[in-house]
């Protein structure tokens, strides 16, 4: 979401070139298939998988400047026009950046990046920096769901176009409550589908990380 919104704040005019910029500010994180494979591999043990895999590889292959190198040059590939190539590709090297930067002062002091991989094994972190689980990035979290919320009742369009039109389109239709005449009494039950999808989903991303919401 935050991806997304630098890329609207730009001013990326394509619904196409905003998603590489968005899922280029995510691509980083691309590194949890390691994760969900080990899982897999360990026979469902999530601490183990943790302990043995998601420890040693997170923060260090994709995280560093030779992956945003990486990503800006997917996107310059990606991008619509040859003539915005170059400033699509420099916007989703700075989104990736920012991933990075992010996790250094938001995902804990003990969970460092790799800048310098596979150049250098130097370490970066902040001792200030507050765990992922902890209530700031909570509130970071929500505020960013909110945002996504009044944007798209606002200016009729989302984050959540970086699945698709149709998608985006039936998320501006669900906040500001547009009903098709042919619509079922089924229509009237999406905004309650999407509120219960966006809370599975932050349950989802924060239990694996150590967030217990009743303490």
Request: aromatic residues 14%.
């Amino acid at each position: 979401m935050v991806s997304w919104f630098f890329a609207e704040a730009a001013g990326v005019a394509t619904p196409r070139d905003r998603r590489i910029v968005a899922w280029a500010g995510f691509a980083p994180d691309l590194d949890v298939l390691a994760y969900a494979g080990a899982v897999v591999w360990y026979g469902f043990d999530k601490d183990r998988a943790f302990e043995n895999v998601w420890q040693a590889i997170h923060h260090r292959y994709t995280h560093g400047m030779s992956y945003v190198l990486l990503t800006g040059i997917v996107a310059w590939l990606l991008a619509t026009k040859s003539g915005a190539r170059a400033r699509i590709a420099a916007l989703a090297m700075l989104a990736s950046a920012v991933h990075n930067f992010l996790d250094v002062t938001l995902g804990g002091p003990t969970w460092p990046v790799y800048p310098y991989w596979p150049l250098s094994d130097l370490a970066w972190g902040v001792p200030w920096s507050w765990t992922i689980g902890e209530w700031p990035n909570v509130v970071v979290l929500f505020g960013c769901l909110g945002a996504m919320l009044l944007y798209a009742k606002r200016v009729g369009r989302s984050p959540l176009e970086c699945f698709g039109g149709r998608a985006d389109a039936w998320l501006v239709g669900v906040v500001r409550q547009q009903r098709a005449a042919e619509a079922s009494a089924a229509t009237g039950r999406l905004r309650w589908i999407i509120w219960i999808v966006l809370a599975l989903v932050v349950l989802a991303v924060l239990a694996p990380l150590g967030f217990d919401p009743f303490g």
